[in-house]
């Protein structure tokens, strides 16, 4: 006989995304807190923070359950990293491995591995991967546009994209992560170029850009990303405009944003249905800062 497959089996294995957190930032300062989120879309107050103070690190998940946030720092640079366990623990300071630099991207790729890539020190285009056991891995040269202030996610279940930034002007280019972490060129630009946006997953295979530093102005506009990497047009922003915030994934197939900068700092958040549609604002809680970083776990 054969065996009977479950008809979602095909993508079983994707990781759950149950929970979050949001880490580091900017104050003013830099600093090291924390705030987790729980399934429910709920942020907690402040964590004491871990690991070195910095703002403009960058965050995905590993392993299936757990995450990292690496590389960052305001005023200085670094490659350090921190491991987050599957219960949202966040460990002491790795040593850095890849080129130090900040406002760069990371996102998870091949179900349980993950990739850092772009940033600025000055501008870069590498990337870096993370193997399914928390270990960073030196650089690999850079395809695409060099630039910082840019998003990424996951789509798919098993690919990833980054998307927008700024390289002396704002860009709407992405580039695609295959399911073995290979960066693809450029692709041309959807939706308004901007700088300091966030990105995470939704529905368990697809993807949302938001929110934005266009041009001499805060955004609050989304577009999404199908379960194939195309991004859609602009979709009418719902909340407070505002850039260099983060997102990531909780409850499995639902995202949040929050955080980041209006003119100050906000710790506003925003939920995101898994069916893709951006709730309006969430009374902030936590440190209210900016070029903060985030990713989901267990």
């Not at 399934?39 to 910095?54: I, S």
């Not at 995101?272 to 900016?290: E, H, K, M, Q, Y």
Request: charged share 10%; aromatic share 10%.
């Amino acid at each position: 006989m054969f065996p009977i497959i479950p008809a979602n089996s095909a993508t079983a294995s994707f990781p759950e995304n149950d929970e979050g957190i949001f880490g580091y930032g900017w104050t003013g300062s830099n600093v090291s807190m924390t705030n987790l989120v729980t399934n429910a879309g709920v942020v907690g107050t402040d964590v004491t923070g871990v690991g070195t103070a910095r703002g403009g690190p960058a965050a995905c998940e590993y392993g299936g359950d757990k995450g990292i946030f690496g590389f960052g720092g305001i005023y200085f640079l670094t490659s350090v990293s921190n491991l987050v366990s599957n219960s949202g623990v966040v460990a002491t300071d790795t040593t850095g491995v890849g080129t130090s630099r900040q406002k760069l991207e990371a996102c998870s790729y091949g179900d349980d591995k993950g990739i850092f890539g772009f940033g600025q020190s000055p501008l870069r285009s590498m990337t870096n991967l993370v193997s399914n056991t928390g270990v960073v891995a030196s650089d690999t040269a850079g395809v695409g546009t060099a630039r910082s202030g840019l998003a990424a996610c996951e789509y798919g279940g098993d690919k990833g994209i980054f998307g927008y930034g700024n390289n002396g002007g704002q860009y709407s280019i992405t580039n695609l992560v295959s399911n073995a972490g290979v960066v693809a060129s450029d692709t041309t630009g959807v939706g308004t170029a901007r700088e300091g946006p966030a990105a995470c997953g939704y529905g368990g295979d697809k993807g949302i850009f938001g929110f934005g530093h266009p041009y001499m102005v805060y955004a609050s506009m989304t577009n999404l990303v199908s379960n194939a990497g195309v991004v859609a047009t602009d979709v009418t922003g719902v909340g407070t405009a505002r850039y260099h915030l983060a997102a990531c994934e909780y409850g499995g197939d639902k995202g949040i944003f929050g955080y980041g900068n209006t003119g100050s700092g906000t710790a506003v958040s925003n939920l995101v249905s898994n069916a893709g549609v951006v709730a309006s604002d969430t009374t902030g809680v936590g440190t209210a800062r900016w070029y903060i970083a985030a990713c989901s776990f267990n």
